[in-house]
């Protein structure tokens, strides 16, 4: 794939490369051929560069991958599981970031298709979703990592013809297939040329939405998707091949995989992974200003949670590389934007990512200021568009900028759909996608989120479906409703909170409550962080559930007694309000407060993605 990114930094320049006949030319090129291909293409350009950085530890020893031992590795594992399970065979796995998951996902997704698989899922979970996918192949770690072997044995027991291959140092078990063995041998013997189908549209992948959901759908991704996806985030991203990148994501995530690796592949720059567990690992957190002054790291990737913790380490080194910051996964807080630019001297752009757009949808561009709140502009030769619902929660016209309606992306990075076609409905629809996400355009063409007209909960970058712990509440005798929501939080983002109404006459023990429904919800982020109990739910005229009023009693719950704390006596009120550009905003009023009062409440208010005023009477 011959193809120079352009670099743009404006609607204006991105209209401008697809006015133009040549751009359109080689931009088309360029994502109708296949990843396997495009990263043969990088290989090619830059040889012995380092394309792969892996570090345990800030001063610890570094194992380095070039393009070129990256290009071998992955045309070896091509081979490698077109021989075990035949061609366009389908390769999930359960692995923690290691230099091999590289060879694995991109190895899968040049012989047949990938799926890769949140390790933290339940057994089931894990086998439902290899089952759904239809894949032939499972690979995990080797060694005592804990769950794995439960989920590895689930395997076994439900699907008996998935083949098994182990990955990573030592040996592997007696009944899975040796990957690191495999790759020696094939490496040591020379590897040939590999050539993919060709077909940039023929299905490469199958991601899974957010890992805490009930029921997790797979999204088919195809070559273009993801070229697209790739390309148009390095576009407005300023990805160049002398940028050393951070990466301390998993990479059974678009964010970790897509934006934050394929890019970057695509540029020809050098990406350092920051350990097996990624910004999980303390030795990441606490090193991370001697890894960014020992690799010259220019772009400073985190999600909004880490980056919170990042920012409390002192800088104890020089930082000076850093070009800009850049995050997403979920809202970002205004005071960790502004801390980071504090605490590094450079700015932090806010990019968006959905797994049904083959990881990227707008990024706010790293060749202007950023826009604190917004996530950008379009990708090239794609359309953003915030539309109107009408009364039956369709979608009608444009909106006017600054109109908050439903985002609706269309564009050669959009997926095909679900693997179930069955799921399909109400979202890809028209020829594009329906987000749920509520959002407006400022004049300058610039997307902002306002919220979600669907009722996930986003914490830490992880989507939670409110029905699966509603789900388990009502499993319970004493309950008869029950509604999650989410609650702000100023590390997290948001965190689920539940209401419940008890059965006539029954009484209800929160502690029994609490534990009864965390053994019936799969994973540990989507317990709830409350739960409160009211006579009744809050319905619209027609007797449905009327979420929005319950995330306002929920975030006054939460403020009331801490600002009643901080104010005490020129504290007047806190109102809570639906809606608005941030989803939630919070109005304080303050009878002659003080200075350090004042200050104080704004100090308590900052931390939070919500809207808020201070008023003063």
């Not at 950085?53 to 071998?72: F, M």
């Amino acid at each position: 794939m011959e193809f120079s990114i352009p670099l743009v930094s404006s609607l204006t320049e991105i209209e401008a490369i697809e006015r133009s006949g040549v751009a359109v030319q080689a931009w088309n090129a360029a994502i109708g051929g296949t990843v396997y291909g495009a990263i043969r293409a990088s290989a090619q350009r830059h040889g012995d560069a380092p394309a792969l950085t892996y570090i345990d530890a800030a001063d610890g020893p570094a194992r380095t991958v070039s393009y070129r031992e990256l290009l071998d590795n992955i045309t070896a594992a091509a081979r490698f599981f077109s021989e075990l399970a035949g061609p366009g065979c389908g390769v999930a796995y359960i692995l923690p970031s290691f230099v091999e998951t590289h060879y694995v996902l991109w190895g899968a997704e040049a012989c047949g298709f990938a799926v890769p698989l949140n390790p933290f899922l339940q057994p089931d979970e894990i086998v439902n979703l290899v089952r759904n996918s239809a894949a032939d192949v499972l690979v995990f770690p080797k060694g005592e990592i804990p769950g794995i072997a439960e989920r590895v044995a689930a395997i076994r027991a439900n699907l008996p013809d998935v083949r098994l291959v182990a990955v990573g140092p030592g040996s592997a078990p007696d009944f899975a297939i040796d990957f690191n063995a495999v790759l020696a041998d094939s490496t040591a013997h020379g590897c040939a040329t590999w050539e993919p189908s060709g077909d940039s549209d023929a299905v490469v992948a199958y991601f899974h939405t957010g890992g805490t959901t009930g029921l997790p759908k797979l999204v088919a991704h195809s070559s273009r998707n993801q070229l697209a996806a790739a390309l148009g985030a390095a576009s407005l991203l300023g990805m160049r091949k002398d940028d050393r990148v951070t990466n301390g994501m998993p990479l059974f995530h678009v964010g970790g995989t897509i934006v934050s690796t394929l890019s970057v592949l695509l540029s020809g720059g050098h990406i350092i992974m920051l350990s097996a567990q990624g910004l999980r690992n303390p030795a990441m957190v606490t090193g991370i200003w001697k890894i960014v002054e020992r690799f010259g790291i220019t772009i400073f990737g985190a999600v909004p949670t880490a980056l919170g913790a990042l920012l409390n380490v002192p800088v104890d080194a020089d930082i000076s590389s850093i070009r800009y910051g850049l995050t997403g996964a979920a809202p970002c807080p205004f005071s960790v934007t502004k801390r980071f630019a504090e605490v590094t001297g450079v700015e932090l752009h806010e990019l968006l990512g959905m797994t049904e757009t083959g990881g990227a949808t707008a990024a706010d561009a790293a060749g202007q200021r950023p826009t604190v709140g917004s996530v950008g502009y379009r990708l090239p030769f794609t359309r953003l568009r915030v539309r109107r619902q009408d009364a039956e929660q369709g979608l009608g016209d444009d909106c006017d900028p600054h109109e908050v309606g439903v985002l609706f992306v269309e564009g050669p990075h959009v997926s095909h759909g679900y693997r179930d076609p069955s799921q399909n409905a109400g979202v890809f629809i028209e020829g594009g996608l329906n987000t749920g996400d509520l959002a407006y355009f400022d004049d300058a063409g610039k997307l902002f989120i306002a919220g979600r007209a669907k009722d996930l909960i986003i914490r830490s970058g992880h989507n939670i479906d409110p029905g699966m712990i509603e789900q388990a509440m009502m499993m319970h005798p004493s309950v008869v409703l029950a509604a999650a929501v989410s609650l702000p939080d100023k590390y997290a983002g948001e965190l689920p909170v539940v209401f419940v109404v008890a059965k006539p006459g029954v009484g209800i023990n929160l502690e029994e409550l609490d534990a009864f429904v965390k053994e019936r919800i799969a994973e540990r982020p989507a317990w709830p962080k409350a739960i409160h109990v009211l006579d009744q739910l809050p319905t619209t005229a027609v007797g449905k559930l009327f979420k929005p009023a319950l995330r306002v009693k929920a975030a006054e719950l939460l403020l009331r007694p801490a600002l009643e704390t901080i104010a005490s006596t020129a504290l007047r009120a806190v109102e809570v309000s639906a809606g608005g550009k941030r989803g939630l905003h919070v109005d304080v009023r303050l009878v002659a407060p003080d200075a350090e009062i004042e200050q104080a409440v704004k100090v308590h208010l900052e931390g939070y993605t919500f809207t808020w005023a201070l008023h003063r009477e």
